[in-house]
C-alpha cells in the first residue's frame, strides 16, 4: 500500500511517515495543499491522511478534499485535526472525507484506520487468500504454510499483496515501484528483482512468474 501524509508541522508528519514506513508502506509527504494536490494527481495513492489545519491560505483541509474530489480522486481520506466538534467532524465528511482521527493520537490506531479504509476501497472484499498450501491474510498481515507463518518482511508482504491480490495481472516494475515503495526510491536499483528473488526461496519458485519484457505476476488458479 502507498499513502500520502499530508500534515505541514514537521514534529507530525515525519514521526507519522516513519511509522508508516517501518511497518512496510510506502509513504509520501506533502506539507501544504498545493503540493499535496500534485501528489494525489500523480501516483494512485490506497488512502491519504489530510490535516485539517493546514498553513493559513486559499485551501484548506477540508477544501482541499472537496477539490480532489471534484477532479476526480477517489482515495479514501482520513482526517487528522485538533478539532473535535462535531460540526467539523459533519463537514469533513460532507466534503468528501471517510475517517477522523482527533489529536493527539496513537500511531498504532492510524496505521489500523488506513488498513481499513484501504481494504474498503478495494474491489475484492475476501480478507484471505488460499493458494496450494500457502494463506494469505490481509488483516493479519501474513503469510501461512500449513498453519505456520512465514517469515517475511514487512516489504516482501506489501510486494506479495499487490501481486496476489489480483492473480493473473502482469505488474510491470514501474508499478510495482509505485504500489510499494515511495517517492524517495532510486528507480534505477535492483530492488524489485532482489525482493522476488526473496520471496520465491522463502514461498516457492513459482509463486511469482516473470513474464519475460513485461513484468510479474502471481500464477492464477492452484
Known amino acids: 500500500m502507498r499513502f500520502l501524509v499530508i500534515e505541514d508541522e514537521p514534529d507530525i508528519r515525519r514521526p507519522l511517515s516513519a511509522s508508516l514506513r517501518e511497518a512496510g508502506y510506502a509513504v509520501d509527504e506533502a506539507g501544504s495543499a498545493e503540493e499535496a494536490e500534485a501528489l494525489a494527481r500523480s501516483f494512485p495513492y490506497d488512502a491519504l491522511m489530510v490535516d485539517v489545519g493546514l498553513p493559513e491560505g486559499p485551501v484548506s483541509g477540508f477544501d482541499l478534499v472537496r477539490r480532489l474530489r471534484a477532479g476526480g480522486i477517489i482515495a479514501p481520506v482520513l482526517y487528522l485535526t485538533a478539532r473535535d466538534a462535531v460540526e467539523d467532524r459533519i463537514e469533513g465528511l460532507d466534503a468528501g472525507g471517510d475517517d477522523y482521527l482527533v489529536k493527539p493520537f496513537h500511531l498504532g490506531e492510524v496505521q489500523a484506520r488506513l488498513r481499513a479504509l484501504a481494504r474498503r476501497s478495494r474491489a475484492e472484499v475476501q480478507s484471505s487468500l488460499v493458494w496450494r498450501d500457502l494463506k494469505f491474510d490481509w488483516t493479519a498481515r501474513a503469510v501461512y504454510r500449513k498453519g505456520e507463518r ?66 510479474y505476476s502471481f500464477p492464477e488458479g492452484d
Open 150 to 215: 512465514m517469515a517475511l518482511t514487512a516489504k516482501e508482504f506489501s510486494l506479495i499483496e499487490v501481486l496476489s491480490s489480483h492473480p493473473g495481472r502482469v505488474y510491470t516494475r514501474e508499478e510495482l515501484i509505485d504500489r510499494v515503495w515511495d517517492g524517495r526510491f532510486d528507480a534505477e536499483s535492483n530492488v524489485v528483482e532482489t525482493y522476488v528473488r526473496n520471496l520465491r526461496r522463502k514461498l516457492g519458485d513459482d509463486v511469482v512468474k516473470t513474464m519475460r519484457g513485461l513484468g
